[in-house]
């Protein structure tokens, strides 16, 4: 089904980061030309070499393409993309699909989707989890939000980029589901964390420890997955301190909004500025470790 | 092999609640005749009908039997069973085994233990995680804290009434991990809440919001297991919030104890107790939903 689209369906791929490079380039290799643009273009150059055109604007990607995808960074970002002087919205046409697969404000989606609809533009919200390794090999969890006709349009696409595709409900949902995703994130992290470091101070073995709880009601993908590179000391990037901090600070402006207390997120976004504030934004997100045992004196 | 053992070891149990008593009769359908005392006779009286013989006092029971198990309520009755006036120590003979298997605090294990060994008594600590059912289908996680080699005596016990045994280190080493084990879940549990009040609030269908998010790096047992019934507003215990409580407070003290500060469980601690002050100490732990969603004023 691709292969038949690829002929007539001209993507607009806009982020090229350790994610968006990845899930353009699946698209490409299904068939679909592409043109592209990123803030700095040395990022495109992976694409550009596999035969991306090059367009210099959001507006000139709109123009050049049918259907457009946006992988950036901050809500400032997306809203400079749709919104700004040389945005998607000055270039886009009757009819056109712009996705922003970036996770980024609620209230800012379905804003998006309103100056869209507009002009007879269909936007969609469909933001993802998996991480730069869910991107690459193609099986993130992809949650949208937006028109049934136009995410049945959008179906093909999304299933060369993920796995777990599901249609959450009106624009901004697909936003709203990712920050359930992001809120649930922030309790098992601390769990996790806090755990570790009581059986640290207790002076258990915290290997042998593990084997007793993470078959039970503790088990958890942050105990299967983090809590053993903590024992490694091994605080590299899976998923960054500075965009778990982003995503929480939304949830927690939309929760604002929505006159919603969260009294667990609310903490957690504390302790993970304390990560940050200790030089730990490029850290992963099990860095919370360092700055739970920052608070209690220890130095490791 | 535990057939063998049956003509020679009998076993001392006391504490036949929704647990205990399964345990124990695991150990009688292996064969062990057992000796039975519980604070109330009739909830002991489904063993006494299958062959316990039944014991006054603790002290009887230690009396009457070679290795003793204790499944009792909360520290202060652990207490009183091991010290106190007719407690176990009253009535134990040297090289005689005691197994709390009781969650309650690390440093009374210590305790116990230490008193125990004055009389070369061994006491073992060894908390079970997998609530009644995992009682009651043999497939707890025992974790075990005490000298190896009475806990290797021990094993042929463990692995009657559980799946995953593990010796954790030395006395308290056992009650240490099921704190352990209780940290995570106090995490995974406000991030399930929390998660699904944001959800509910911003309008999504939850179970598709969960279609999206449980496969993924949110996904923990809490997810799978409780999320459903909270949807479903079933709070009935698989594990009571008054026991939460009482396991919550026993880390809490135990950190203070060691000078540490775990934020996170203070939260969900205090969350808990306002479960319970309305109402909710014989719900599951689920019903932390009800805390959250009275603190943010809904009325369901």
Redesign the interface.
Known sequence: MAADKAQTTRIGWIGTGVMGRWMCQHLMQSGYPAVVHTRSQAKAQPLLETGADWAASPEDVARASDVVFTMVGFPQDVREVYLGGQGLLKGARSGQILVDMTTTE?SLAVEIHKEAAALNVSAVDAPV???DI?AREARL?I?VGGEKATVDELMPFFKIMGR?I????PA??GQ??K??????????????C??????Q?????LN??L???A?????????D?LAPRILKRDFDPG?FVAHFIKDMGI?LE??KR????????A??HQ?YLAVAANGGARFGTQALMLA?EK???ENR
């Open positions: 609620p989890s998996g991480g869910g969890s949650m777990q599901v249609h959450q409900g901004g949902s709203h589901t920050m359930c995703n992001q809120i649930v994130i922030a309790g098992t992290m601390i769990g996790v806090e755990s570790l470091l009581y059986g101070r207790a002076g258990l073995d042998t420890m084997e007793s709880i078959g039970g009601a503790a088990g958890c993908w942050s105990l997955n998923f949830a939309e929760a929505m006159q919603l207390c969260l009294p667990g997120l903490l957690v302790l739970l608070l209690n004196g």
